[in-house]
């Protein structure tokens, strides 16, 4: 019984993994299987505006004579743009067929992933099929054209209309949230009716029909006084898209609870923490001064514990007396049976003291 339970929970959920829509662009696939999982896709052909290479092609019945050569039926023959927006502008279509081109041949699927991840500078082509109304239709993707910007999966527009419309955003200019909270992180401002913007649709649609080449992906989101704006789902270089843009409220609130909550705590500890190392410093110290003093006595331990050096101190004095300087030079030599030894500490405020000993007493000291 345990092992039909996991076997189904598995089945479960490698089904649902395969029937979530691959929110991509088609234009970013780059391996032939995000291709091929297209066929039986219903897609919207989004409508074109300044378009000077298109790449879209019908494939016709009749002879069809062009400016430059004449097509026979059954050819494939490029759409102009007014025949694209009129036929095929914000259409549905069934991806039937997929074929993967280099040069004037047609490869493989594996040949086709061989050449991407080769990063050739020639990069092998696809060509998408479907029809409309009787009529046959070819989308490539050529060096220089649409490279499919135009082709929009129906379930990644559905995807995005139930995740975006009727749910409430902030703007991310203002209402940031620290993914790496601790103690520092800024304290995130509250919010009010004023600042809250909510998202009524998501389509296909165009900001600027005199520079955008391809209706895209808009979110329409407004704001409390009933004006709108368009965000593309999408974004590019220039553009940010909408999740670069805004943040869902609920998000922010569960943010908000988080920094009540977890900072506090996070100060806190680090008061305490803070405490502790104080006390144990504190104990070292005593512990450390009080071993002085059993070991020298309290005119010598007063001494060392000041890093005070005076002549008739004991070497063992010195050093730990000067243990937190350093150690710029140091000499020995013999002198008539005396052994002579000279240290030159530099302090932590970069002061100069030598010290002479004769027979590991102190003998001079100059500062």
Do not use: C
């Not at 000077?52 to 009749?62: A, G, R």
């Not at 004579?65 to 004449?70: L, S, V």
């Not at 070497?315 to 002579?340: F, P, Q, R």
């Amino acid at each position: 019984m345990m092992k039909t339970t996991i076997l189904l929970l598995f089945l479960t959920i490698n089904l649902y993994a395969q029937s979530g829509p691959s929110i991509k662009n088609i234009s970013d696939y780059n391996t032939g299987e995000e291709f091929i999982s297209l066929i039986n896709k219903k897609i919207i052909i989004a409508p074109l505006r300044n378009v000077n290479f298109l790449d879209v092609n019908v494939q016709i019945t009749k002879r069809y004579k062009a400016d430059y050569k004449t097509f026979e039926p059954g050819e494939f023959r490029p759409l102009t743009l007014n025949e694209y927006n009129n036929t095929l502008g914000n259409s549905l279509v069934v991806i039937d067929k997929v074929k993967f081109i280099d040069g004037n041949k047609e490869i493989s699927l594996s040949e086709f992933n061989e050449k991407v991840s080769a990063g050739l500078q020639t990069y092998p082509s696809v060509k998408l099929y479907g029809k409309i109304n009787n009529q046959y239709f070819e989308f490539m993707n050529t060096y220089g054209g649409l490279n499919f910007s135009n082709l929009i999966p129906l379930d990644v527009l559905d995807y995005y209309k139930t995740k975006i419309i009727g749910n409430k955003y902030l703007n991310k200019s203002v209402f940031k949230i620290d993914r790496r909270l601790n103690m520092y992180s800024e304290v995130p401002p509250l919010y009010t009716n004023n600042d809250v913007m909510e998202a009524t649709d998501v389509r296909v649609s165009h900001l600027d029909s005199t520079t955008e080449k391809v209706d895209k992906i808009y979110v329409y989101i407004k704001n409390h006084m009933g004006d709108f704006s368009m965000i593309p789902v999408w974004g590019s270089h220039k553009i940010q898209s909408f999740d670069e843009l805004y943040v869902e409220i609920s998000e922010y609130d569960d943010y908000l609870v988080r920094y009540n909550t977890e900072v506090p705590k996070m100060k806190s500890l680090h008061l305490e923490n803070t405490r502790k190392q104080q006390e144990e410093r504190e104990k070292y110290y005593k512990d450390y001064v009080k071993s002085i003093y059993n070991k020298y006595g309290t005119l010598n331990g007063n001494r060392v514990v000041r890093g005070e050096l005076v002549p008739r101190m004991t070497k063992e004095m010195v050093l730990d007396a000067m243990e937190d300087s350093k150690i710029e030079n140091y000499t020995v030599s013999l002198i008539g049976g005396d052994k002579w030894e000279s240290y030159m500490f530099k302090s932590s405020s970069d002061k100069y003291i030598l010290v002479s000993l004769r027979n590991e007493v102190v003998y001079s000291v100059t500062k």
